[in-house]
């Protein structure tokens, strides 16, 4: 189904999210859009459409009624004054995840909205998945580009890509992850994030089964051979952690 499809009967809420939920605002001058992306997020579990969806022109507004966790905004024309939008945003809120829909596969565009503060940038067409996804690793600073995108010979800048599972990791397997990356063993990690040892095995192995890796050393790898192609930098670091998974 596509965006213009979709016409939930769904609410923005302005406040009573429930604890743990992640607000999203929708920006994007097409009103079809924003109903359309609404329903997208109210159907992704664990995240919220808060506020009143609107214009990018109008995001520092929204944004300071709404106190969102997130912005997902149109980057079709008038991208310029877009990107400018991105940029006070980030500015003002500089914890704020800011994911991007675009119409363009132009690598010198993608890096013109990662410049900006975008941290998600994804292709129209995208599904609830990764948007959910994107969010997610927005929100935990990671930067998230559509796996339909491809750099061209010319590009000058590499595009930063992030690994995307069919399906996302919830906000504690990213912080999970993120402790795996530099190596720390489950004992480590809980106390890090102040959770038990068994609640971190959990976390591991849905995350193992998510990325389809077969240990920590392997999920670890994957990640980062994502971010960097042909570089394995940190892995060996996990490698010689415990393996108490």
């Known amino acids: 189904m596509t965006l213009s499809e979709r016409s939930p009967n769904v609410s923005t809420p302005m406040a009573s999210t429930p ?17 359309g992306l609404i329903g997208m997020i109210n159907e992704t579990a664990g995240m919220q459409a808060v506020g009143t969806p609107g214009e990018p022109r109008r995001a520092l507004t929204l944004a300071e009624s709404a106190r969102p966790d997130a912005v997902v905004v ?14 006070d945003l980030r500015r003002r809120f500089p914890q704020l995840a800011i994911v991007a829909l675009a119409t363009s596969e132009d690598p010198a565009v993608v ?20 948007l959910g996804w994107a969010v ?3 929100r935990a600073g990671r930067t998230v580009v559509d796996p339909q995108i491809r750099r061209g010979e010319g590009a000058e800048v590499p595009v930063s890509r992030e690994l995307t599972p069919e399906v996302p990791l919830t906000r504690r397997e990213s912080d999970v992850l993120d402790e795996l990356i530099q190596g720390q063993s489950n004992r480590a990690i809980g106390k890090n994030l102040f959770i038990s040892e068994d609640t971190v095995k959990s976390h591991v192995k849905a995350i193992l089964r998510k990325l389809g890796a077969r240990d920590r050393a392997h999920a670890v790898s994957l990640v980062l051979s994502a971010r960097n192609p042909g570089c394995h930098c940190g892995a060996h670091r996990l490698a010689e952690a415990p393996a108490d998974v």
């Not at 604890?19 to 109903?35: E, F």
């Not at 149109?74 to 940029?87: H, M, Y």
């Not at 890096?111 to 990764?130: C, D, I, K, Q």
């Open 19 to 35: 604890r743990g939920v992640t607000r999203v605002l929708i920006l994007a001058d097409a009103p079809v859009l924003r109903r």
């Open 136 to 138: 997610l690793a927005a």
């Open 111 to 130: 890096n013109e909205a990662l410049a900006a503060g975008v941290r998600g940038y994804l292709l129209m067409n995208t599904s609830p998945t990764l």
């Open 74 to 87: 149109e980057l079709g024309t008038g991208r310029a004054a877009t990107l400018n939008a991105c940029r």
